[in-house]
């Protein structure tokens, strides 16, 4: 009805918190008949747990764990629980924490909100799970907050190059060698762009997505000395410049465009409008399949390091991303903690690994065996730079925890949109990225 | 309300009052009572809460803690907000007339007995149910500044400094506002049509036998006329301006910079994404005031008007 005044953003908030009271319960596991008879005659009594997914039909990572946990574990039954996907999943998830209606276990799409989450009360420490993990397991260092870790990682997502060897070829144009910084990627790209003007397939050489954190991300993580929370944020400067350049000499098709006719980089990338693009490990398991379905092109394509900030760390090259965790409930206790306890571990180890890589999925867990399941994957590049990319890095998260992230975050992003649309020149928005940072968050 | 006072006793018999009475009340509360609760489950209870979480700082756990006036101390020294404020009186200030003007012109356009005129009425009110996903991805390819129709229509006349719609600070707000009066023309112009039904034609024929030009019988006849229908357009659609959210959501998403960003968003965004629900509900506070002391106003207004 349009006549209600006070429908404001706020109000549904508050509705929905007092509504959640009386929402569905699923975590009860107590009253839960009919589970048991699914272990058999074990000696330990069946316990079942609940555990937070989101968009099952699309997102098949909760159900590949589920089932590669339950074939060791007879006596353990984890039942899904599926929420809806975007930020609708965090704002539904602290409601049900709010409420105590939340599963035993859940995932945590960021690190932005893993912080509400801890803050609030609402993880269990795991430390002694995260003790037991091997060095194999990247991103744990994420979870810790004053000396105890409040989460386990089971996939660690990071950015790469991707680009198109047939366009490469086309233009005459060296493919990348896992050496380029960011000035060479912009002369490769200058360089694919004049290739390619000339072709059946005028492709710009580059492709940057509408995101604030394909370049920020980026920046935060390699320039030296960042430190993302004090708001000092000058560093960002010459990433802005360059990318602005880019934008001007025409090797990337411009922010505005890009966002008034709501270009995707899976069309992109994926249609050879772009011969490389930067952008999460994500992509891969996607773009496999758009090959496989004909929506991408028929291609080859591989992966290369992230552009370097300079050439001393081309060895070990830094890029970001941050991890998914999966947190426990604060609410569990008893035999279920036990199990929730058993099967986070489960998550993080080699094992589930190598069946998140068997799907496209780049788990925390980076040992030889997962990266042969990944690259067993059909139509996967072969190539050496490409599995050299895939397996070393330094993955710095994209999010820092704490209280003040999410409006730092913000602020970056108005900054984003207004230098990227030509509105301020990069000196001048950041500059009034920190001033507001100082005004409004640091103060 | 009416249900109460409106449903006098059918039958006298000797003894009237009490039983009947109650009995009445009774009716009326079960008539009002279904739509009552999920008013207040789903509107009232909330909105009361949200005046107490305006006085507190909470993160969506646990117990708020009561801050007094600090929130509102931060708004006034938050000059995000400030700008924030601006955009939507900005929006509210251009929305409002211009949506009440072409909202009045379509429907006397097609008060008229003409061909085709159900069609046309359809056409109008078309953009008001369709998607506002679906209205913000075509205008956004319409406004592109490099490959848009619009500017290149534009160029036709030999302009060239073209504006970047929504990708300048400047323009994207002209933007919205073409967006947001087009998509809602459509409705009040709807509304507008129902009210002039009701203005009665021998006026109209009088004043033509008294000689008034047909701007004459608009000013005089059919304005007065519409009065009420008015009042209610107005009232409904300054609401609507000052809570606009979806539209600039998915046109523009606040930017470029914070040059689009409405407050109903600024709710959104220190609320749910920064999970600072005090502020975001002192926020909300100053959003619901602006609109119910606008609206007492108007009413007060109409109210001396009808004297």
Redesign the interface.
Known sequence: MKRKIMSTAAAIAAAALVLSACGGDSDDSGTTNGNGDASGGDDAAPVTITFAGWSLATTPEFETLVEAFEAENEDITVEIVEYADGDDYDTQMITDLAGGTAPDVYPLKNLNHFFTYQDGGQLVDVSDVAAELGEEVSGVDAYVIDGATYAVPYRQDAWFIYYNMDLFEAAGVDQPDGSWTWDDYADAAEALTEGLAGTETPATGAYQHSWQSTLQGFATAQSPGADFLSGDWEYFVPYYERVLEMQDNGSLVSYSTVTTNSLSYQAQFGTQQAAMTVMGSWYIATLLAEQDSGDADDFAWGIAPAPQYDSSTTDQPVTFGDPTGLGINSAVEGDELEAAKRFVAFAAGEQAGEALAGIGITPAASTEAVTEAFFNLEGMPMDDLSQFAFSTHDVRPENTVDANNAALQNILGDAHSSIMSGSESPQDGIDEAMRRASDEVNN | MATLSAAPPRRRTRRPGARLRRRNTFIGWTFILPNFIGFA???L???L??FY?GFTSW????AAEWVGLANYERLL????FHRVLFNTLYYAAFHIPLTLGAALGLALLLNRKMRGVAFFRTVAFFPYITSIVAIA?VW??L??????PINQFLGLFGFDDLP??????TWAMPAVIIVGTWREMGYFMLLFLAGLQTVPTELHEAARVDGASSWQRFLNVTLPCLRPTTFFVTV?LT??SF?I?DLILVMT???????T?VL?QY???K???????GY??A??LV??FI??SV?VVQFLANKRRER
């Open positions: 489950t789903l509107t209870v909330p909105v809460i949200l979480l993160n969506a756990f646990g020294n938050d000059r995000t991805v956004n390819m406004f592109s500044a490099e490959t848009g970047g719609w929504t990708v300048s600070t409904m609401i609507e809570k959210l998403n606040g930017g470029p910079g914070i040059s960003t109903a709710v959104f965004r609320g749910f994404q920064e999970n600072d629900f975001a509900s926020v909300a959003l619901f609109c119910i609206t």
